[in-house]
Each structure stands twice: as structure tokens, then as C-alpha cells.
């Protein structure tokens, strides 16, 4: 079965820092890459999304993700993050493959960012 | 205004009692998941439903069970066998399960606690 490591738990910036929150994935397979983000107070929602093409692909609010077949990883990342960014991170995976409806998630990142 | 209506926000159980969680979506989409999110664990799955009066179980469909009578509704009963279920309950909706690049709507969720 599928499994997603998300490598932080917790982690503090301060606004302006650059960030880069790791992701990586057990099987090695044709996949689709999802990171969803849940602010405070808010419902989840898609960040940005992988299926097919160019492997770095970007998102809403000026994060993107890059997506290395040969390691297994799906690295969400942002040049200079904002207050606005706190919130958690969900790195989530699913096989292609016929047959695979599971979408399989890691066990999330906080990020705070302190002004 | 679409969207996925959980309810009730916060929910009490009693010892040996069934709780019923509500899940209803008004985006006409094909499929609802049931997730659970627990701190430090992530989202992990526990029904999904690709289609009216059908669905199958997930990661940890123990204790648990739905019915999806109609499009729209996808209620989650937490039943008495389930001895651990203080948790967070997410209901989810996508257009359809097994396309590779769905996308899902969540709800805002259920604290479920017990007494």
C-alpha cells in the first residue's frame, strides 16, 4: 500500500523566509501528487496538483511543487512566505493505476510565520 | 452558494452509544469520502462512495458504517464498537472516484468527542 512521508512536523519561519516542506512517497508506480492546505478556521482546499507534463508545477498564492520521479518526492515550496501562509500542509498521493480510487496523505506539516 | 455541509460542528457520545455524523453536497458530484484526522496523523480514510447505494470501505472502516441512499447525503454512523473515536471527522466530495486528476471538497468538519 501507498505511503506519504511528510518530513516536518512543525515549522517557523519568519515572513520573508524562503520554505521548502518535503514530501515523499512509498510506491513507485505512475502517480497523481496533491499538497492541500487547511488554514486556521477554514475548510481544506487544493494547493496545486500534479498528474502529467511539466513536473514543476504551481499553485495558488505563489507556491509550487516539484515533482522528482527518481526520488519519490513532491516538494511544495515558496520563495518568501507571508503571516497569511500559517496553516497546515497536507502532502497526498494516488496511484493511476485502474482500479485505485484511494487518495493516501501524509500526516501533515504546521508551518507558522511569524512578522 | 455549493459546497459540503457537515454537521453538527461538535459532538458529544456517551459509552456504548451510536452517533450519526451528517454529510451533504450540492455540487452534484458522483462521490463522497469519509475521513477521519487525528493530531500528528493526517487524514486517513474510512468510507468512500463512487455511487448511490454503493461504497466501500477504507483504511479504518472498523466501527464505523454509511449509507449513500441518495447523491447528496453520505451520513456516518460511529458505532459502539468503535472504542477509540475522539477525532476529527471530514466528509469529502469529488466529481467522480478513479478519475486522475479529481479533486475533492471538503466540509468543514466534526469534532466528535467522548464523554
Known amino acids: 500500500a501507498q505511503s506519504v512521508s511528510q518530513h516536518n512536523h512543525h515549522v517557523i519561519l519568519s515572513e520573508a523566509a524562503s520554505l521548502e516542506l518535503g514530501c515523499n512517497y512509498s510506491y513507485g508506480g505512475t502517480v497523481n501528487l496533491f499538497w492541500y492546505v487547511q488554514y486556521p478556521g477554514q475548510h481544506l482546499q487544493l494547493l496545486l496538483k500534479y498528474f502529467s507534463g511539466d513536473p514543476l508545477v504551481k499553485g495558488i498564492k505563489g507556491f509550487e511543487a516539484e515533482f522528482i520521479k527518481s526520488k519519490f518526492s513532491f516538494n511544495l515550496r515558496k520563495p518568501s512566505v507571508q503571516w497569511s501562509d500559517t496553516a497546515e500542509y497536507f502532502c497526498?498521493?494516488?496511484?493511476?493505476?485502474?482500479?485505485?480510487?484511494?487518495?493516501?496523505f501524509g500526516k501533515g506539516t504546521k508551518l507558522s510565520v511569524i512578522p | 452558494d455549493g459546497g459540503i455541509t457537515q454537521s453538527p460542528k461538535y459532538l458529544f457520545r456517551k459509552e456504548g452509544q451510536n452517533v450519526t455524523l451528517s454529510c451533504e453536497q450540492n455540487l452534484n458530484h458522483d462521490a463522497m469520502y469519509w475521513y477521519r484526522q487525528d493530531p500528528g496523523q493526517g487524514l486517513r480514510l474510512i468510507y468512500y462512495s463512487q455511487i448511490v447505494n454503493d461504497f466501500q470501505k477504507g483504511d479504518i472502516a472498523e466501527g464505523y458504517s454509511v449509507s449513500r441512499e441518495k447523491k447528496e447525503s453520505f451520513p456516518l454512523t460511529v458505532t459502539s464498537a468503535q472504542k477509540n473515536p475522539t477525532a476529527f471527522y471530514l466528509c469529502?466530495?469529488?466529481?467522480?472516484?478513479?478519475?486522475?486528476?479529481?479533486?475533492?471538497?471538503f466540509g468543514s468538519g466534526t469534532q466528535l468527542s467522548v464523554l
Open positions: 469529502a466530495s469529488s466529481i467522480s472516484v478513479g478519475a486522475t486528476n479529481e479533486k475533492l471538497f
Open positions: 497526498a498521493v494516488k496511484d493511476s493505476g485502474a482500479g485505485s480510487y484511494q487518495l493516501t
